[in-house]
């Protein structure tokens, strides 16, 4: 006999399944590091600057200040999360993969960047 304890069960279908993987495949999360308000247009027109896409990039606000930036694919996706972090605007910007489960966790995580400096 199969007992779960106080867990719910959810079952997914595979179309949501695979929406959701396809989703995570070319979304990333961006914190900006900024006491000003930015929109998600003024955000959208520096990374597309800075990436040099063609309108290719769709960015979406989402919980915790954390935006929510869409692109065309999963190659797309790799590039600037691997030159991670972005100064935008003026302002410092970390990215991290996307997942469906963003948590005040993931904020605080995003909370430190890396630097390189170099001496001469």
Do not use: C
């Not at 279908?13 to 695979?18: F, M, R």
């Not at 961006?30 to 990039?57: C, E, H, P, V």
């Amino acid at each position: 006999m199969s007992h779960v304890a106080d867990e719910q069960v959810v079952q997914f279908s595979l179309e949501e399944v695979q929406s959701t993987r396809f989703r995570a495949s070319r979304t990333l999360l961006g914190r900006l590091f900024t006491n000003d308000t930015i929109s998600t247009l003024q955000l959208r027109d520096g990374l597309l600057d800075a990436w040099k896409l063609r309108g290719q990039l769709k960015v979406l606000k989402t919980k915790y200040g954390l935006f929510e930036i869409i692109l065309p694919n999963e190659e797309a996706k790799k590039w600037p999360l691997a030159r991670s972090p972005w100064i935008i605007k003026d302002k410092l910007l970390t990215l991290r993969s996307w997942s469906p489960n963003i948590t005040k966790q993931n904020f605080e995580e995003m909370s430190l960047a890396p630097f390189r400096l170099q001496l001469w």
